[in-house]
């Protein structure tokens, strides 16, 4: 089985990927955590040049990018632990390219961005993925708090708030374009609602109590 977690920056996703990864260890099976962009050495390296705040990147090199780093880690992490009946949770997955390169830049429209992801997922495809929702302002309050004083944010944070109102919307219209794969949750609601919300909902997947 395949989750995955999106929404946007400072929407509390990772909270919850890892607060899953806690409950799910409590059962007897396989688990992988991945987070993107990264998790392979290509992967990382990759990351390290999408968000360096000093590097100048065109969106659509951009989109190629996060789906470079994507493509190996679907083939050298996702797809084998997926095919020996393992448990795998995306920290973000295809969607957010979808959100970010085409809501947020503009690169291409959403049927062309999936058909590609398609390609570069080699159809590896979550079985649920929960889009934790935050306004932009909840997101950026939040984001502010986790920022100590001399780190600056990366070159993705450095969006504007239009940027993030826009992906928050292709988010929004995914969601609703794929209702039997997406759950939204509230994200407004603490770290522990929101958890239980996510368990309620899985636990029914997982056929366990
Ligand atoms: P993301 O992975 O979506 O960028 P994080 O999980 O890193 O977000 O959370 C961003 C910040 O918000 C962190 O400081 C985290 O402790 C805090 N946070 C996460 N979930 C909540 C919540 N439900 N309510 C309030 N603050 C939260
Ligand atoms: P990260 O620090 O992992 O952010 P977060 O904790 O919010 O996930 O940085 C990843 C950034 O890259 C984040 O701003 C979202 C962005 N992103 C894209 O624009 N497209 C993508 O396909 C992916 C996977 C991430």
Redo the contacts with the bound molecule.
Sequence with gaps: MIISFEGI??SGK?TQARRLMGRLSQFKTELLYV???GGTDVSEKIRSL??DPEISIVPFAEMLL?SAARSQLVEEKIKPFHEKGGIVIC??YFD??VA??GGGRGVAETDWLESFQRKVTQGVWPNRTYLVDVTVEEAQRRLASRLTGQETP?R??QAGFAFFERVRETYHQLAQQDPDRFLVIDGHQSEEQVELAIWEDLKQWLKVD
């Design positions: 920056d400072g990772s987070r993107e962009p999408l968000l996060f920290d973000r957010s390219t970010y390169q990366d993705m944070e």
